[in-house]
Each structure stands twice: as structure tokens, then as C-alpha cells.
């Protein structure tokens, strides 16, 4: 039919996965069935058997569903992709495929709240030990490593600092001890950043975010090579049943269209935003990895294509300035979710940090002053006169 092998990323981000029916369909058809019907109960028996592929019933697969992950597996460069009902069941896909009682796994302390929360209170429950360190500090990982470490888990860039760890780095760490490496790829999407190419294992998404892009629906998935992915993940998905719906499923495959061309956009915008939030007079800080003075600015550009649509700033006054600029806001969305064409603007002591105390957040960073900004695709003026009203207040 075509040689997917030769299509560029764009060319994969709109046609690879799609196979069409025998009604002619150009996009692609939701399949909105439980389970599937066979010729005969000998076919039923030879499917069920594995012996022969087909669908057998929408837990395990769906048409839809397998469009969707055939194209991100291609836009991610990897052999297979399980598709999820959210960024978390995913992870917990990965966490339950790969883990088992007396393993030990470390995870950088700036991963999404809820990933540090479900490896906390409930991985750990099974006897999974479970190490934090920083996630810029190789040395920290490296001292970290045990005998029994089965798994590294990072985040990159974090969020809301955007810090950045070195990917082929660590993977190097993680096979020396015979551990894997799995990726967030959440905010860069592989539109920016592909890290199985810089040797990562396992590669998790929220396809919440940016895969969607407009707020629209819930996913996420799991990408790597076809033995851990396509069996040991996608059994945990037979099994435990976080599947992902083929309603979703289309929204996503639609999101992925415009990925790269809403990427660069979303790139362009927070650039120049940090910029001019550079040169605020109410602004002691900007983070943003696009700045020279971002502390991984060099590896950001080696690592990444470009450098991603989360901007954080730090506003003079703590607590009261951050709250009064935000409140002053008339367009901008207050909201802790991001990567929507929407810009949204988040306070997160005092949201999605908020469960830890006042010395840890002084640890990880997080300023009472700080503000994040996913930053949208609207013009970005409005965006700036928005912020402008809080910081002149
Ligand atoms: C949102 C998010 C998740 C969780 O995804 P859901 O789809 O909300 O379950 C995981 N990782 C990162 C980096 C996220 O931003």
C-alpha cells in the first residue's frame, strides 16, 4: 500500500496508520463497538488462540484505536504503541509491566504531581521501593542505582521549571545497570524531541496535551520496541483494561495532524513571550529553556528542536503579586492544565504543588512568586496586554 519507511514526519503525522475500509472513507472511521464477530468457531478459536490476528473485542483492540497507534508509534520512532484512557494509566500500564516486589525504581522529583503521588501511595504499596532524586543531577542518579533498580523515570523538560536532563546520559546510566529508561514525552511531544533516538526505552504520553492540543479528550500511551511494549504492556492493557475509547481515539488522530505545525507555533509564542517577560521590571525570573540564561540552554538546543510552549516566571511580591496578576487576567484561561490552543495560567504553590510543605517546594524551586503560562495560539500581544494589566497593578 505505501512505504511508511520513506515518509518524512509530516507526511506520517497525516496518513501513516490509516487503513482505509471498503466503504472509500477519507478520514479515518470510528468504530464504536464493544467486540468484534468471526466467520466461524474455528476462527473465534484461532483468535483467541493467537494463532491467527484479527479483532477479538475493543479492551484489547480497536480499529480506531490501532490508526492512532500505528501513527504516534511512527512519529515517535518506535516498533509499538498501546494506547490508553489517560498520561496516568499509562504510566501505571508501564509501572505494573515492569515492576514486581522487591524491585526498586528512581524517579526525578519534578515529575506531574499525580505520577509521584500513584509511584508514593500505591506502587509502593506492593513493595516496590522508590528512590527521588534531582533531576538534573546525573551524579544523583548515578548514586541512586541498586542492584535491584528495574527502572529510571524522568520527566523532560520538567514542569513548571522547564529543567532538562541529558536523555542519552541517562540512558547510558540505566543500561550499565541493566535498568530501563522511560520518558515523559509529554511536553515535548515527538514533534520537538524524540527519545528513543537518544536511547531511551519506553516512552510514555498524556495525549491530554499537546497530541490533542484542544482540550478536547482524555489518552495517553505507551511507545518502544514490540517485545516490551507490544507484549509486556499491551498484556497489562488486556488484563487490567485501561483502554483508550475510539471516539478519543479519532480526536487524537485528528490532533496529530496539525501536531507540528501547532508545535512550532506554540514555540514561536513562548519565545518571544519570555523574552518580553525578560524585560519586566516586576519579574525577577524567567524559565524558559529558548532563554541563554536557562541553565541547559546548550542541551536544550542538542537534544530538542525546539524549545517547547511552558513558560514559568517568577513575579516580585510572592504570593500577593503572583494571585493580583493573575486575577487581573481577563483572557487567558485559570486552569492547571496545558498544551491547549488556549493559553492557561497557573499558580502552582497553591495548586498543583500544594500538597507539599513549604521547605520542599523551597527544595524543588517552586517560588510562591512563580506563574505558569502554557502558551496558546492566540496573538501573542493579547497574550502579553493580558499579563501586563496584573504586573502594572
Ligand atoms: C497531564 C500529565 C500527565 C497525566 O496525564 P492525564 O492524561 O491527565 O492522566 C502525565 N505527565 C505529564 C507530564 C502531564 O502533564
Known sequence: MYEIDDW???????????????????????????????????????????????????????????????????????????????????????????????????????????????????????GVQVSFVSLTDLSAWEQ???????????????????????????????????????????????????????GADIIVHSATKYLDGQGRALGGAVVGDAERVGKDVFGVLRSGGVAMSPFNAWIFLKGLETLKIRMQAHCQQALILAQWLSDQPDIERVYYPGLPSHPQHELAKKQQSDFGGVVSFVVKGGQEAAWRVIDNTRMLSITANLGDTRSTITHPATTTHSRLTAEQRAVVGIDDGLIRVSVGLEAVADIQRDLKRGLDN
Open 8 to 126: 518524512e514526519f509530516e507526511t506520517l503525522a497525516v496518513r501513516a496508520g490509516h487503513q482505509r475500509t471498503l466503504e472509500g472513507e477519507h478520514a479515518e472511521a470510528i468504530f464504536p463497538t464493544s467486540s468484534f464477530v468471526f466467520a466461524s468457531a474455528a476462527e473465534a478459536a484461532s483468535r483467541f488462540g493467537g494463532t491467527e490476528p484479527g479483532n477479538i473485542y475493543s479492551r484489547m483492540t480497536n480499529p480506531t484505536v490501532r490508526y492512532f497507534q500505528e501513527r504516534l508509534a511512527a512519529l515517535e520512532g518506535g516498533e509499538s504503541c498501546v494506547a490508553t484512557s489517560s498520561g496516568m494509566s499509562a504510566v501505571l500500564a508501564v509501572m505494573l509491566a515492569f515492576l514486581k516486589a522487591g524491585d526498586h525504581l528512581i524517579c526525578s522529583n519534578s515529575v506531574f504531581g499525580t505520577t509521584t503521588v500513584l509511584l508514593q501511595n500505591y506502587i509502593q504499596k506492593f
Open 144 to 198: 541512586a542505582l541498586q542492584g535491584n533498580t528495574r527502572l529510571l523515570f524522568a520527566e523532560t523538560p520538567s514542569n513548571p521549571l522547564t529543567e532538562i536532563v541529558d536523555i542519552g546520559a541517562l540512558a547510558d546510566l540505566a543500561h550499565r545497570n541493566n535498568s530501563l529508561l522511560v520518558i515523559d514525552n509529554c511536553f515535548c511531544t515527538p514533534a520537538l524531541q524524540r527519545p528513543l533516538e537518544l
